[in-house]
């Protein structure tokens, strides 16, 4: 029976995508983004988050933690399991709601992605994910009511040195997901003096013609309290100021 490994289910998400949303964060991305702010779908194995401050020294570890001090990361499901949980939040997608897959990369599950998808299209419940596009899988895609897409960096070179591979495909990718005609949400994290060319990737979207809106999201450091936890290295990147956002949002649009 296949499983999928899952680090999260987040209810009545607004933020990832149209209407009230289930978000399934996946565990396991190819990718390791140095500003990541899931450093914990990161790995595809189960691991543990360690928070010692509120270890109460009961010396019970064998047993499990009950006070929070060491957390498990990563659930396994098997589609039928996580529909179960899909199915509770039902009633409140109204008319454009519904699933979101994220993580973490859930193409990189893309097995149990297929089949979580069949079941939901059999529930008459819409889906919908958040990819950086590093794979392509038109069987996903065509099921999907629209798409969250990433283009990180322009410069390929660059994309190399932060993320560990060049960003051809990347756009590839976006080319050949355009002609799918499905709506693509295509998003930049903003990571100032590392992603400079955010005129460049804006200009790209506009030649996609399923691009409905082209996002900047500002990076923020909620993702090294979750690192220091699982005992990365955290690199802390600069806070893009309001000034700078303001400067961006030229680039941004809704189509
Ligand atoms: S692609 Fe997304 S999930 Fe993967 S490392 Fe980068 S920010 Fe994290
Ligand atoms: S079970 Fe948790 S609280 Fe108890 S000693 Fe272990 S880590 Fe500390």
Redesign the pocket.
């Known amino acids: 029976m296949i499983k999928g490994l899952i680090t999260d289910i987040q209810r009545a998400s607004i933020h990832d995508g149209y209407g009230i949303r289930t978000t399934i964060f996946f565990k396991g991305c190819p990718l390791s983004c140095p500003w990541c702010h899931n450093p914990e779908c990161i790995s595809f194995e189960k691991e543990i988050l360690h928070y010692p401050e509120?270890?109460?020294?009961?010396?019970?570890?064998s047993e499990g933690?009950?006070?929070g001090?060491?957390v498990v990361c990563g659930k396994e499901y098997t589609p039928d399991e996580l529909l179960c949980e899909i199915l509770l939040d039902k009633d409140y997608y109204g008319e454009n709601g519904g699933v979101t897959f994220s993580g973490g990369e859930p193409l990189a599950q893309k097995d149990f992605l297929k089949e979580i998808i069949r079941l939901c299209k059999n529930s008459d419940i819409g889906c919908a994910v958040e990819t950086s596009l590093i794979y392509y899988d038109e069987d996903i895609f065509k099921n999907l009511d629209f798409i969250m897409a990433d283009l990180k960096i322009w410069d390929g070179e660059l994309h190399k040195k932060y993320l560990g591979t060049d960003n051809y495909n990347i756009k590839e990718h976006f080319k050949m997901l355009d002609k799918l005609n499905i709506p693509i949400i295509l998003r930049t994290p903003v990571i100032p003096r590392i992603n400079q060319e955010i005129d460049k990737i804006s200009e790209f979207s506009g030649t996609l013609k399923n691009v409905v809106a082209y996002e900047l999201l500002p990076y923020h450091s909620l993702g090294t309290a979750k690192a220091k936890a699982l005992c990365k290295p955290i690199t802390e990147f600069e806070i893009p100021s309001k000034e700078y956002m303001k400067e961006l949002s030229k680039y941004a649009y809704i189509r």
Not at 54 to 61: A, F, P, Q, S, Y
């Open positions: 509120k270890c109460i020294g009961c010396g019970k570890c933690c009950f006070a001090a060491k």
